[in-house]
């Protein structure tokens, strides 16, 4: 029987997620950067929690990742440890590069914070590792892609960041690509959730819904 180690070497694809991140909503980071910074366990934790509740997935806490026995949990497979999970999130920085960044500063109580303002762009990127598990040929992973871009809708439906339920971190996902960095295997084909369609590399909102 083939070890959950041995089988994680087999990596057999690699794929990246590019697009935009678009503030709806002004948003709070609490970070101490010059220009903003949305971290990449910003993004991840968010996921996590949403999906979770969605799919009444139950974690020890909102601070730890989630852990099971279970070999097909798809969180596990997508957001566990540094050595088995299939996502990397990058940090998305402004897509337009500012000597200044134009905060807002707001009061609420007694503090004075700052926030991004409405309209800022964000790069974002993922990249998505295809493992052959029991030499499946990557079926499984390929099926799970499906969970990344629902998380990213769940995240619109909601809010990042802090004061989400003030009205603020509301945002949009636009000009989703994908891009394949290399394959072992000609059958690489990802789902996606079925609000969603394909259109050459890109993913889109399915209009016609």
């Known amino acids: 029987m083939e070890t959950l180690q ?46 979770s509740m969605n799919y009444g997935i139950e974690r020890e806490n909102l601070r730890t990742v989630h852990r099971c026995k279970d070999d097909s949990c798809f969180l596990c497979l997508i957001f566990g440890n540094n050595n088995e999970r299939r996502l990397i999130i990058k940090d998305s920085l402004p897509v337009e590069k500012k000597e200044y960044f134009p905060w807002e500063f707001k009061s609420e109580g007694n503090n004075l914070i700052r926030t991004i303002p409405v309209n800022t762009e964000f790069s974002l990127e993922m990249v998505y590792r295809i493992f052959d598990i029991n ?12 969970y990344i871009i629902e998380g990213l809708a769940l995240i619109e439906e909601n809010y990042l960041g802090r004061g989400g339920t003030r009205g603020k971190g509301k945002v949009n996902f636009s000009d989703l690509y994908v891009n394949i960095c290399f394959k072992r295997e000609d059958n690489i084909n990802l789902s996606i959730p079925d609000e ?3 259109q050459g590399e890109r993913i889109v909102r399915n209009e016609s819904l």
């Open 196 to 198: 969603w369609i394909w």
């Open 6 to 51: 041995n089988i994680m070497k087999k990596l057999i694809a690699c794929i990246i997620l590019k697009g935009k991140i678009k503030t709806v909503t002004s948003m709070y980071l609490k970070n101490n950067y010059d220009e903003p910074v949305m971290t990449s366990s910003v993004l991840r934790n968010r996921m996590v929690d949403l999906l």
């Open 135 to 146: 030499k499946d040929r990557g079926k499984k992973d390929c099926e799970n892609f499906k």
